[in-house]
């Protein structure tokens, strides 16, 4: 059984931040679902996206990937929607973001991220005949939820885990991970990466396989991660996963210069340099267009968490005609998202998830027992 280490880096990070649109309490931007500006009076679905998405609504992963989801149902439905960015992430400016999308006509608030969850406690309760939907809301595990709201997490750690697997079977074994932040949506990614390595790893009896990981700290392009990126692979890293946002471009260019394989993550990344090996990713179009269609359609289902998954059709790998790999086939794939969703050998009620474990040091802990890699958490 490997040790997991944990390694102390003196990073001295400088971020350059873009100017970001703003919600309540001040004043907010929109687009309709033509993608447009236009005015927030009147629209029928009103999208909340939190402060620290610094790249707004044009992030290039998930906001991004919702809003054009949903506009695209707007198109499809004669619907309208716009969207509001809260000032700061604050329960109250998430309150008071959600408040003025009602007072402007919003039948619909459709919010995202765990930064909304302390105002989905209360919110929905006040406002009955509004429909609530809510997607990676962590931190209402366990709430009672308000019978206008529907509370969506995706298995993010399901499609990190089949990219992990893969990893293993293409033949990497010194490989690294940067997320984003120390959150638990993020770290559902990178976790279920960690942990599909060693589960193939295990099966397949592969000994010296050994993972770096990393926090970028940062969700936007900038030359320091690009430059961690680069220094890895120059020290032999042969793979990295990456599920920084925009920031997984610095991690594509640096794989780019090296010539080196890189996963995507979020979105299918397939287009952003040619040694992208592949994606792992949610569909969340599926699961935005489906809540959406459950309001107008009469089927919506209120005071509900739901976790979709592998088997929901929803965590999975880009498309396979997007693959750049040279071992692993797609039948071994299609075998493994089948496993995968048939919970073969308790894969996917055995992983941990950031219900199990708040914070990196706590996953650690819980890997350390069943780990057969080597986990380098570099701080």
């Given at each position: 059984m490997k040790k997991i280490r944990l390694l102390s880096v003196l990073l001295i990070i400088v971020l350059i931040l873009?100017?970001?649109?703003?919600?309540?309490?001040?004043?907010?931007?929109?687009?309709?679902?033509n993608g447009g500006t236009g005015s927030t009076t009147g629209a029928n679905i009103a999208f909340i996206i939190p402060a620290n998405q610094t790249l707004g609504i044009n992030d290039r992963a998930w906001?991004?990937?919702?809003?054009?989801?949903?506009?695209?149902?707007?198109?499809?439905?004669?619907?309208?929607?716009?969207?509001?960015?809260?000032?700061d992430d604050s329960k109250q400016s998430h309150v008071d973001t959600y408040e003025l999308a009602i007072q402007n006509g919003a039948e619909v608030v459709f919010s995202c991220g765990n930064e909304a969850a302390d105002a989905l406690k209360e919110v929905p309760w006040d406002y009955p005949d509004v429909k609530f939907i809510s997607l990676e809301a962590f931190g209402l595990e366990g709430m009672q939820i308000a019978p206008n709201h529907r509370?969506?997490?995706?298995?993010?750690?399901?499609?990190?885990?089949?990219?992990?697997?893969?990893?293993?079977?293409?033949?990497?074994?010194?490989?690294?991970?940067?997320?984003?932040?120390?959150?638990?949506?993020l770290n559902m990614w990178s976790w279920g990466y960690i942990q599909g390595l060693n589960y193939a790893a295990k099966k397949y009896n592969i000994a010296g396989i050994s993972v770096r990981h990393h926090y970028a700290n940062s969700a936007s392009a900038n030359p320091e991660t690009q430059a961690l990126a680069a220094s890895w692979y120059s020290d032999g890293v042969d793979c990295i996963q990456c599920n920084t946002a925009g920031g997984n471009n610095s991690v594509i260019?640096?794989?780019t210069a090296a010539n080196k394989p890189v996963f995507g993550a979020d979105s299918d990344e397939y287009a952003?340099?040619?040694?992208?090996?592949?994606?792992?990713?949610?569909?969340?179009?599926?699961?935005?267009?489906?809540?959406?269609?459950?309001?107008?359609?009469?089927?919506?289902?209120?005071?509900?968490?739901?976790?979709?998954?592998?088997?929901?059709?929803?965590?999975?790998?880009?498309?396979?005609?997007?693959?750049?790999?040279?071992?692993?086939?797609?039948?071994?794939?299609?075998?493994?998202?089948?496993d995968l969703s048939n919970d073969?050998?308790?894969?996917?009620?055995?992983?941990?998830?950031?219900?199990?474990?708040?914070?990196?040091?706590?996953f650690l802990?819980?890997?350390?027992p069943v780990s057969v890699i080597d986990i380098i958490h570099i701080k």
């Open positions: 873009p100017l970001a649109a703003c919600g309540n309490s001040g004043s907010n931007s929109s687009n309709d679902a906001i991004q990937n919702i809003w054009e989801a949903m506009s695209e149902f707007c198109a499809q439905n004669s619907k309208t929607c716009t969207y509001y960015q809260a000032v509370d969506i997490i995706t298995d993010q750690e399901q499609a990190g885990w089949l990219a992990g697997v893969a990893a293993v079977r293409e033949g990497y074994k010194t490989l690294g991970v940067i997320p984003c932040w120390d959150l638990p949506t260019a640096a794989a952003e340099g040619a040694t992208v090996i592949t994606s792992a990713v949610v569909d969340r179009t599926k699961v935005t267009q489906e809540a959406l269609a459950s309001v107008y359609d009469g089927t919506f289902e209120g005071g509900v968490e739901l976790w979709p998954g592998a088997k929901e059709g929803v965590s999975k790998l880009a498309p396979w005609e997007h693959a750049r790999f040279t071992v692993y086939t797609e039948e071994q794939y299609e075998q493994d998202l089948a073969v050998d308790g894969i996917a009620s055995d992983m941990i998830t950031p219900v199990d474990a708040p914070d990196i040091d706590t802990k819980l890997m350390e």
